[in-house]
Protein backbone atom coordinates (compact mmCIF):
# COMPACT_ATOMS: atom_id res chain seq x y z
CA UNK A 1 0.00 0.00 0.00
CA UNK A 2 1.33 3.34 -0.82
CA UNK A 3 0.74 6.97 0.50
CA UNK A 4 0.26 9.52 -1.49
CA UNK A 5 2.47 12.61 -0.69
CA UNK A 6 0.97 15.87 -0.68
CA UNK A 7 2.70 18.75 -3.13
CA UNK A 8 4.58 20.97 -1.08
CA UNK A 9 2.71 24.68 -1.57
CA UNK A 10 5.47 26.98 -3.22
CA UNK A 11 7.52 29.01 -1.29
CA UNK A 12 6.44 32.72 -1.42
CA UNK A 13 9.48 34.89 -2.21
CA UNK A 14 10.58 36.46 0.60
CA UNK A 15 10.57 40.48 0.34
CA UNK A 16 14.48 41.71 1.20
CA UNK A 17 14.89 44.83 3.13
CA UNK A 18 17.59 45.44 0.91
CA UNK A 19 18.62 44.90 -2.71
CA UNK A 20 22.33 43.76 -3.77
CA UNK A 21 22.98 47.16 -5.39
CA UNK A 22 21.84 49.39 -2.16
CA UNK A 23 24.25 46.79 -0.40
CA UNK A 24 27.18 48.23 -2.72
CA UNK A 25 26.28 51.52 -2.41
CA UNK A 26 26.42 51.68 1.45
CA UNK A 27 30.11 50.15 1.15
CA UNK A 28 30.85 52.68 -1.46
CA UNK A 29 29.90 55.29 0.75
CA UNK A 30 31.30 53.77 3.67
CA UNK A 31 34.91 53.51 2.10
CA UNK A 32 34.41 56.89 0.66
CA UNK A 33 33.69 58.09 3.66
CA UNK A 34 36.48 56.84 5.54
CA UNK A 35 38.89 57.72 3.24
CA UNK A 36 37.86 61.34 3.91
CA UNK A 37 38.04 61.63 7.32
CA UNK A 38 41.27 60.43 7.29
CA UNK A 39 42.68 62.63 4.56
CA UNK A 40 40.65 66.00 5.53
CA UNK A 41 40.38 67.60 8.79
CA UNK A 42 36.97 69.15 7.98
CA UNK A 43 34.66 66.45 6.39
CA UNK A 44 33.98 64.72 9.11
CA UNK A 45 32.63 68.08 11.12
CA UNK A 46 29.00 68.70 12.06
CA UNK A 47 28.68 71.59 10.22
CA UNK A 48 30.42 70.20 6.20
CA UNK A 49 27.82 67.12 6.97
CA UNK A 50 25.10 69.38 7.65
CA UNK A 51 25.73 70.81 4.57
CA UNK A 52 26.51 67.99 2.27
CA UNK A 53 23.13 66.39 3.35
CA UNK A 54 20.96 70.14 2.83
CA UNK A 55 22.20 70.44 -0.38
CA UNK A 56 21.44 67.18 -1.43
CA UNK A 57 17.84 67.24 -0.24
CA UNK A 58 16.24 68.61 -3.19
CA UNK A 59 17.99 66.53 -5.48
CA UNK A 60 16.89 63.32 -3.35
CA UNK A 61 13.00 64.32 -2.78
CA UNK A 62 12.81 64.62 -6.68
CA UNK A 63 14.53 61.51 -7.17
CA UNK A 64 12.42 59.37 -5.02
CA UNK A 65 9.64 60.71 -7.43
CA UNK A 66 11.84 59.86 -10.61
CA UNK A 67 12.18 56.72 -9.18
CA UNK A 68 8.68 55.81 -10.05
CA UNK A 69 8.52 57.22 -13.12
CA UNK A 70 11.70 54.94 -14.24
CA UNK A 71 10.29 52.35 -12.61
CA UNK A 72 7.82 52.71 -15.00
CA UNK A 73 10.25 53.32 -17.66
CA UNK A 74 9.11 56.68 -18.30
CA UNK A 75 11.67 59.80 -17.86
CA UNK A 76 11.43 63.27 -16.84
CA UNK A 77 14.23 65.88 -17.58
CA UNK A 78 11.90 68.90 -17.38
CA UNK A 79 12.00 68.80 -13.14
CA UNK A 80 14.83 71.32 -13.48
CA UNK A 81 12.67 73.81 -15.49
CA UNK A 82 10.09 73.10 -12.78
CA UNK A 83 11.65 74.12 -9.86
CA UNK A 84 11.89 77.62 -11.78
CA UNK A 85 8.28 77.61 -12.21
CA UNK A 86 7.13 76.61 -8.59
CA UNK A 87 10.14 78.48 -7.35
CA UNK A 88 9.10 82.00 -8.79
CA UNK A 89 5.41 81.74 -7.86
CA UNK A 90 6.29 80.53 -3.90
CA UNK A 91 8.57 83.53 -3.41
CA UNK A 92 6.70 85.75 -4.92
CA UNK A 93 3.51 85.10 -3.04
CA UNK A 94 5.41 85.61 0.03
CA UNK A 95 7.30 88.75 -0.93
CA UNK A 96 4.77 90.74 -2.82
CA UNK A 97 1.17 88.75 -1.81
CA UNK A 98 2.35 88.85 1.72
CA UNK A 99 0.74 85.03 1.64
CA UNK A 100 2.15 83.12 4.72
CA UNK A 101 4.75 80.26 4.27
CA UNK A 102 3.11 77.41 4.47
CA UNK A 103 0.28 78.56 2.50
CA UNK A 104 2.87 79.63 -0.16
CA UNK A 105 4.35 75.97 0.57
CA UNK A 106 0.85 74.27 0.09
CA UNK A 107 0.23 76.46 -3.70
CA UNK A 108 3.77 75.55 -4.61
CA UNK A 109 3.16 71.27 -4.27
CA UNK A 110 -0.51 72.12 -6.11
CA UNK A 111 1.65 73.89 -8.79
CA UNK A 112 4.11 70.62 -9.19
CA UNK A 113 1.26 68.35 -9.10
CA UNK A 114 -0.21 70.71 -12.47
CA UNK A 115 3.09 69.92 -14.01
CA UNK A 116 3.79 66.74 -13.44
CA UNK A 117 0.15 66.06 -14.51
CA UNK A 118 0.93 68.22 -18.17
CA UNK A 119 3.72 65.86 -18.71
CA UNK A 120 1.82 62.73 -17.56
CA UNK A 121 -0.77 63.54 -19.34
CA UNK A 122 1.27 64.21 -22.72
CA UNK A 123 3.03 60.69 -22.11
CA UNK A 124 0.28 57.98 -21.47
CA UNK A 125 -2.25 59.92 -23.65
CA UNK A 126 0.14 60.72 -26.53
CA UNK A 127 1.92 57.87 -26.51
CA UNK A 128 5.10 59.73 -26.80
CA UNK A 129 8.19 58.95 -25.82
CA UNK A 130 9.02 60.45 -22.45
CA UNK A 131 11.75 61.61 -23.07
CA UNK A 132 10.60 63.70 -26.03
CA UNK A 133 7.42 64.87 -24.20
CA UNK A 134 9.71 66.60 -21.21
CA UNK A 135 12.26 67.34 -23.63
CA UNK A 136 9.94 70.01 -24.67
CA UNK A 137 8.29 70.80 -21.25
CA UNK A 138 11.85 71.65 -20.31
CA UNK A 139 12.03 74.29 -22.59
CA UNK A 140 7.97 75.24 -22.03
CA UNK A 141 8.69 75.47 -18.40
CA UNK A 142 11.83 77.77 -18.63
CA UNK A 143 10.06 80.07 -20.56
CA UNK A 144 6.91 80.48 -18.59
CA UNK A 145 9.72 80.96 -14.93
CA UNK A 146 11.18 83.91 -16.80
CA UNK A 147 8.22 85.28 -17.99
CA UNK A 148 6.96 85.49 -13.96
CA UNK A 149 10.25 86.74 -13.24
CA UNK A 150 10.21 89.26 -15.15
CA UNK A 151 13.87 91.15 -15.46
CA UNK A 152 15.18 90.53 -12.22
CA UNK A 153 15.77 88.16 -9.36
CA UNK A 154 13.63 87.74 -6.73
CA UNK A 155 15.25 89.46 -3.96
CA UNK A 156 14.58 90.50 -0.50
CA UNK A 157 12.22 86.96 0.52
CA UNK A 158 11.08 87.27 3.86
CA UNK A 159 11.18 84.00 5.89
CA UNK A 160 12.96 81.84 4.01
CA UNK A 161 10.60 79.06 4.91
CA UNK A 162 11.87 79.16 8.47
CA UNK A 163 12.65 75.34 9.34
CA UNK A 164 13.24 74.47 5.50
CA UNK A 165 15.47 76.72 5.34
CA UNK A 166 19.76 75.88 5.87
CA UNK A 167 20.44 78.15 8.92
CA UNK A 168 20.56 77.18 12.46
CA UNK A 169 16.24 77.36 12.63
CA UNK A 170 16.60 74.43 10.01
CA UNK A 171 18.06 72.38 12.29
CA UNK A 172 16.77 69.67 14.30
CA UNK A 173 18.75 66.84 16.27
CA UNK A 174 21.95 68.34 14.34
CA UNK A 175 20.25 67.51 11.03
CA UNK A 176 18.72 69.85 8.54
CA UNK A 177 15.16 69.45 8.39
CA UNK A 178 15.18 69.32 4.90
CA UNK A 179 16.97 65.75 5.18
CA UNK A 180 14.76 64.69 8.13
CA UNK A 181 11.56 65.57 5.05
CA UNK A 182 13.37 63.69 2.80
CA UNK A 183 13.71 60.44 5.03
CA UNK A 184 10.27 60.60 5.61
CA UNK A 185 8.81 61.26 2.14
CA UNK A 186 11.21 58.35 0.85
CA UNK A 187 10.29 56.10 3.67
CA UNK A 188 6.50 56.66 2.37
CA UNK A 189 6.83 56.20 -1.02
CA UNK A 190 9.55 53.54 -0.50
CA UNK A 191 6.50 51.46 1.34
CA UNK A 192 4.10 52.04 -1.24
CA UNK A 193 6.37 50.95 -4.11
CA UNK A 194 7.06 47.70 -1.95
CA UNK A 195 3.95 47.00 -0.16
CA UNK A 196 0.88 48.72 -2.10
CA UNK A 197 -0.84 47.22 -5.05
CA UNK A 198 -0.51 50.08 -6.58
CA UNK A 199 2.92 50.93 -5.96
CA UNK A 200 3.42 47.17 -7.24
CA UNK A 201 1.66 48.10 -10.40
CA UNK A 202 4.55 50.76 -11.35
CA UNK A 203 6.97 47.73 -11.22
CA UNK A 204 4.51 45.97 -13.93
CA UNK A 205 4.09 48.78 -16.17
CA UNK A 206 7.50 49.25 -16.71
CA UNK A 207 8.28 45.43 -16.78
CA UNK A 208 6.05 44.89 -19.78
CA UNK A 209 3.36 47.60 -20.47
CA UNK A 210 1.04 45.39 -22.64
CA UNK A 211 0.82 42.43 -20.31
CA UNK A 212 0.24 44.68 -17.57
CA UNK A 213 -2.78 46.37 -19.65
CA UNK A 214 -4.22 42.79 -20.22
CA UNK A 215 -3.74 42.09 -16.67
CA UNK A 216 -6.22 44.50 -16.13
CA UNK A 217 -4.08 47.25 -14.83
CA UNK A 218 -5.34 50.57 -15.35
CA UNK A 219 -1.72 51.51 -17.48
CA UNK A 220 -2.25 55.11 -18.51
CA UNK A 221 -3.94 56.02 -14.76
CA UNK A 222 -0.39 55.07 -13.16
CA UNK A 223 2.05 56.50 -15.45
CA UNK A 224 0.41 59.58 -15.28
CA UNK A 225 0.04 59.33 -11.11
CA UNK A 226 3.95 58.57 -11.09
CA UNK A 227 4.54 62.02 -12.59
CA UNK A 228 2.19 63.64 -10.77
CA UNK A 229 4.10 62.25 -7.89
CA UNK A 230 6.97 63.76 -8.92
CA UNK A 231 5.19 67.17 -10.09
CA UNK A 232 4.02 67.21 -6.24
CA UNK A 233 7.98 66.60 -5.21
CA UNK A 234 9.37 69.16 -7.71
CA UNK A 235 7.00 71.47 -5.30
CA UNK A 236 8.46 70.41 -2.41
CA UNK A 237 12.31 70.51 -3.81
CA UNK A 238 11.35 74.11 -4.70
CA UNK A 239 10.49 75.45 -1.27
CA UNK A 240 13.64 74.02 -0.15
CA UNK A 241 15.77 75.54 -2.85
CA UNK A 242 14.15 79.19 -1.69
CA UNK A 243 14.52 78.15 1.86
CA UNK A 244 18.75 78.16 1.07
CA UNK A 245 18.34 82.01 1.39
CA UNK A 246 16.63 85.45 0.20
CA UNK A 247 17.03 85.79 -3.28
CA UNK A 248 15.17 83.15 -6.01
CA UNK A 249 17.82 83.43 -9.27
CA UNK A 250 16.47 83.45 -12.65
CA UNK A 251 18.42 80.08 -13.48
CA UNK A 252 17.69 78.19 -10.36
CA UNK A 253 16.91 74.46 -11.38
CA UNK A 254 19.48 74.72 -14.23
CA UNK A 255 21.11 71.16 -14.62
CA UNK A 256 19.11 69.55 -11.76
CA UNK A 257 17.67 67.46 -13.87
CA UNK A 258 20.93 65.67 -14.62
CA UNK A 259 21.68 65.11 -10.50
CA UNK A 260 18.64 63.97 -10.55
CA UNK A 261 18.80 61.19 -13.07
CA UNK A 262 21.99 60.48 -12.36
CA UNK A 263 21.21 59.46 -8.63
CA UNK A 264 18.43 57.49 -9.35
CA UNK A 265 20.71 55.46 -12.38
CA UNK A 266 23.86 54.69 -9.61
CA UNK A 267 20.75 54.04 -7.16
CA UNK A 268 20.06 50.85 -8.82
CA UNK A 269 16.97 51.86 -11.09
CA UNK A 270 16.97 50.45 -14.11
CA UNK A 271 17.00 53.02 -17.49
CA UNK A 272 15.09 49.83 -18.96
CA UNK A 273 12.22 50.33 -16.10
CA UNK A 274 10.65 47.45 -14.25
CA UNK A 275 13.04 47.82 -10.86
CA UNK A 276 14.27 50.15 -8.53
CA UNK A 277 14.26 51.42 -4.71
CA UNK A 278 13.49 54.59 -3.13
CA UNK A 279 15.98 53.48 -0.92
CA UNK A 280 19.00 53.00 -3.43
CA UNK A 281 17.49 56.50 -4.88
CA UNK A 282 18.83 58.23 -1.24
CA UNK A 283 22.25 56.57 -1.24
CA UNK A 284 23.21 57.65 -4.75
CA UNK A 285 21.81 61.26 -3.75
CA UNK A 286 24.04 61.05 -1.00
CA UNK A 287 27.23 59.59 -2.97
CA UNK A 288 26.33 62.33 -5.48
CA UNK A 289 27.04 65.19 -3.10
CA UNK A 290 29.76 63.50 -0.82
CA UNK A 291 31.76 63.87 -4.65
CA UNK A 292 31.02 67.13 -4.73
CA UNK A 293 31.97 67.60 -0.77
CA UNK A 294 35.20 65.41 -1.33
CA UNK A 295 36.41 67.35 -4.50
CA UNK A 296 36.15 70.89 -2.84
CA UNK A 297 37.74 69.95 0.32
CA UNK A 298 40.76 67.94 -1.22
CA UNK A 299 41.25 71.24 -3.76
CA UNK A 300 40.91 69.06 -6.85
CA UNK A 301 39.15 71.09 -10.05
CA UNK A 302 35.13 71.01 -9.66
CA UNK A 303 35.12 69.71 -12.92
CA UNK A 304 36.66 66.34 -11.58
CA UNK A 305 33.34 66.25 -9.26
CA UNK A 306 31.71 65.60 -13.05
CA UNK A 307 34.02 63.11 -13.93
CA UNK A 308 33.72 60.85 -10.84
CA UNK A 309 29.70 61.08 -11.41
CA UNK A 310 29.37 60.30 -15.14
CA UNK A 311 32.03 57.18 -14.20
CA UNK A 312 29.72 56.26 -11.59
CA UNK A 313 26.72 56.11 -14.08
CA UNK A 314 28.49 54.00 -16.66
CA UNK A 315 29.49 51.68 -14.27
CA UNK A 316 25.50 51.73 -13.40
CA UNK A 317 24.03 51.64 -16.27
CA UNK A 318 26.56 48.48 -17.77
CA UNK A 319 25.77 46.24 -14.88
CA UNK A 320 22.28 46.97 -15.08
CA UNK A 321 22.45 46.28 -18.98
CA UNK A 322 24.64 43.45 -17.94
CA UNK A 323 21.89 41.98 -16.09
CA UNK A 324 19.23 42.35 -18.74
CA UNK A 325 21.08 40.41 -20.91
CA UNK A 326 21.76 37.50 -18.59
CA UNK A 327 18.19 37.36 -17.62
CA UNK A 328 17.21 37.34 -21.96
CA UNK A 329 19.87 34.78 -22.40
CA UNK A 330 17.76 32.59 -19.33
Not at 26 to 41: I, K, N, Q, R, Y
Not at 302 to 328: K, P
Amino acid sequence: MTTAIAPRAPRRPVARPVEGQEIVLAVVLGTLWAFLALTTDTFLTAGNLQSVLFAVAPVAVIGVGMTAVMVTAGIDVSVGSGVAVVAVIAARLVRDQGVPGYAAMLVAVLAGVLLGAVNGSLVAYGRVHPIVVTFGTLYVFRFVALQLFGSANVDNVPGTFGLLGGGREGLFLGVPVAWWLTVVIGAVVWFHMRHRVTGRHWYAVGGDASAARLAGIKVTRRQIGAYVLTGALVGVAACLMVGSGGTVQRNIGSGLELQVIAAVVIGGTSVLGGRGSVLGTLLGAILVGTVSSAVTLLGWPSQLANLFVGVFIIIAVGADLLRERRRSAL
